[in-house]
Nanobody
Framework: QVDLVESGGGVVQAGGSLKLSCAAS????????MGWFRQAPGQQREFVYA????????FRGDSVAGRFSISRENSKNMVYLHMNVLKPEDTAVYYC???????????????WGQGTQVTVSS
């Protein structure tokens, strides 16, 4: 059974920072590209960031340019989303997901976590 468990969400003031973590189990972690998506109430799921299996290359969504970054530790089966200069429009449930290859398309991802809520107050 594959499990992806996100943590690190919470409430933060605009301009603040959060680090989300995603712990993976039940899969050959280093064989999967990992991605982060988010979904705000009433909106479609949005691609945020993705990282290749080795961690050498990353791919981001336009809305987080210069503010977010992604990293992974294959030895620990972990992927992280580093979020800085948070804005109220970043408020959403954040999901990590695993795919066989790097993609910004949600349908490319085989496994998904339950999500963690991030709320940015103004």
């Amino acid at each position: 059974q594959v499990d992806l468990v996100e943590s690190g969400g919470g409430v933060v003031q605009a301009g603040g920072s959060l680090k989300l973590s995603c712990a993976a189990s039940g899969l050959a972690f280093s064989s999967y590209a990992m991605g982060w998506f988010r979904q705000a109430p009433g909106q479609q799921r949005e691609f945020v960031y993705a990282i290749t299996r080795s961690g050498v290359s990353t791919f981001r969504g336009d809305s987080v340019a210069g503010r977010f970054s992604i990293s992974r530790e294959n030895s620990k089966n972990m992927v992280y989303l580093h979020m800085n200069v948070l804005k109220p429009e970043d408020t959403a449930v954040y999901y990590c997901a695993a795919a066989k290859s790097l993609s910004k398309q949600s349908h490319a991802y085989e496994y998904w976590g339950q999500g963690t809520q991030v709320t940015v107050s103004s």
